[in-house]
C-alpha cells in the first residue's frame, strides 16, 4: 500500500489552480494536474461542495476520493464581501481558474473574465461547458450524456439491430478533461513566455467529436453515416469478441494485413489467404460475418487460457475480456502499477489508477488523499495574510 506524502514536489509544484467546477471533466483536468504536482484549490459550497462527493458507491463517496486526490477545499461563500475578496486575492495569486457554469454564469456573479485578467493578465481560465461558450446552444446546460448521444458516438455504439448505447461511465467529461489538461499546459507556456493569459472555452462536444471525426470525412466521401456494428469494425477485419468454451471471450484485431494472413495460417486455415473473399482487408470487410464464423468456430472449441496461449505463441494480436475483478491481481496490472493501493482514511486503502503518462525525469505523486469538504479553508485563509495584495 502506498501512503500520501506532504513533502512531494512534482514538475507544477510552481502552479496554483483555483477549481470552481463541479462533477467530471472539470475535476479530471485538475486532477491530471494535481497528480503532476499542482496546488489544486477546490473551491466549494458550505453544507455541499463538489457535487461529485454525492457519487456514492456502497456509502462511500469512491468517485471523490479517486479524483480528488492530492487536492485541498476550501469552502468560500462568493455572495458574501470576505468571501468573494478572499477569491478575489487568490486569483492574483493564481496561475489557472476552471469552471463549468452554464455559460453566463461566471459573469452573473462578477467574475468575468475581463475582471479576472485584470486582476491577474497572465491567468488561464478554462471555461468548462456543454455546448461551448458561443454558438447557438451555448445558453443550454449540457450533460455528458446529451453530448454522447448529440456527437454521433452513441449511433455508433452498439449493434445494428438494437438502439444506439451510450458509454457507462462519463466518457464525454473524461475526454474533455484531458484535453482540457493538454489546454492548460499550453496556454502556461504561452503565460511564461509572454505574460499573457487567456481563457480556454472547452466544450464537451468537439472533444469526443475529435474522436470519431473520421466519420464526417467518411461521409463526405461515401453519403453514408456509418452504422452500428457492435464488435466489428467497418473498416478492417477480422475484428471482434469471440465467446470460449468456458464461457469467457477473447478480442482479437487483424487491422495489418501480415496479421490477417497470420490468423488464418493459426487458425489451420491457410487457404483463406488466396481466397478473393479474404484475401485483402476490403474484402474481409465486406465479408466479415462469414470470416467471423470461421474464426469463431476455432476460438469456440478452446478456453480462453487455451487460445490465448495458442496465438500469442503465433504472434497474433489477441487478448482476454476483463473485468475490473480480472484486472485485480493480474500480472500485467500488477507488473505495471497500473493500479495502486493507496491510503484510505475511512477504508484503510483504496485501489486507483496510478498517475498517467509515466514521466522519466518529472514524475507525478501522491501527496494528500481526497480532502474533506472544507478541510483547508483556514490553512488556505492563513497562506492568503502571508501574501502581497
Known amino acids: 500500500m502506498k501512503k500520501f506524502d506532504p513533502s512531494q514536489t512534482g514538475p507544477l509544484s510552481d502552479v496554483r489552480v483555483l477549481d470552481m467546477s463541479r462533477l467530471v471533466a472539470g475535476n479530471m483536468l485538475s486532477a491530471y494536474l494535481a ?34 486526490r492530492n487536492k485541498r477545499s476550501l469552502v468560500l461563500d462568493l455572495k458574501s464581501g470576505d468571501g468573494m475578496d478572499a477569491f478575489k486575492k487568490l486569483v492574483r495569486h493564481s496561475h489557472v481558474l476552471i469552471e ?26 478554462v471555461r468548462v461547458s456543454g455546448w461551448g461558450q458561443t454558438g447557438p446552444y451555448s445558453h443550454k446546460p449540457g450533460f455528458g450524456t446529451l453530448v454522447e448521444a448529440m456527437s454521433g458516438f452513441a449511433h455508433l455504439n452498439g449493434y445494428p439491430d438494437r438502439p444506439p448505447v451510450l458509454p457507462p461511465l462519463a466518457l464525454a467529461d473524461m475526454i474533455a478533461g484531458v484535453y482540457g489538461a493538454a489546454g492548460v499546459l499550453t496556454a502556461l507556456r504561452v503565460a511564461e513566455k509572454e505574460g499573457r493569459g487567456q481563457v480556454i472555452d472547452l466544450s464537451l462536444f468537439e472533444p469526443i467529436f475529435s474522436v470519431i471525426s473520421s ?13 452500428r456494428a457492435g464488435n466489428q469494425s467497418t473498416h478492417t477485419a477480422p475484428r471482434n469478441i469471440y465467446a470460449c468454451s468456458d464461457s469467457k471471450f477473447v478480442a482479437m484485431s487483424g487491422s495489418m494485413q501480415s496479421m490477417a494472413m497470420k490468423i488464418f495460417d493459426t487458425i489451420g486455415r491457410p ?46 494480436t489477441v487478448g482476454p475480456v476483463c473485468s475490473v475483478a480480472d484486472l485485480m491481481g493480474h500480472p500485467f496490472v ?15 486503502s483504496l485501489p486507483m489508477h496510478n498517475i498517467v503518462p509515466r514521466l522519466s525525469q518529472t514524475p507525478g505523486g ?15 485563509l492563513d497562506e492568503l495574510k502571508t501574501l502581497g495584495s
Open 35 to 68: 497528480d503532476f504536482g499542482a496546488d489544486v484549490i477546490k473551491i466549494e459550497r458550505e453544507g455541499r461542495g463538489d457535487d461529485l462527493r454525492n457519487w456514492r458507491e456502497a456509502g462511500w463517496d469512491i468517485y471523490w476520493k479517486v479524483y480528488g
Open 334 to 348: 500488477t507488473g505495471r502499477e497500473a493500479i495502486v493501493e493507496l491510503e484510505d482514511r475511512d477504508l484503510g
Open 366 to 380: 501522491f501527496r494528500r488523499p481526497a480532502p474533506k469538504l472544507g478541510e483547508h479553508t483556514q490553512a488556505i
Open 100 to 125: 463549468n457554469f452554464v455559460p453566463g454564469g461566471l459573469e452573473k456573479i462578477g467574475l468575468s473574465p475581463d475582471l479576472l485578467l485584470e486582476l491577474n493578465p497572465a491567468l488561464v481560465i
Open 271 to 316: 487457404e483463406l489467404k488466396s481466397d478473393p473473399k479474404f484475401a485483402t482487408n476490403d474484402a474481409r470487410v465486406i465479408n466479415r460475418d462469414e470470416l467471423d464464423q470461421l474464426i469463431g468456430a476455432y476460438i469456440g472449441a478452446r478456453t480462453q487460457q487455451e487460445n490465448l496461449d495458442i496465438f500469442e505463441a503465433a504472434g497474433v
Open 215 to 227: 466519420e464526417a470525412a467518411k461521409y463526405k466521401v461515401t453519403g453514408e453515416a456509418t452504422m
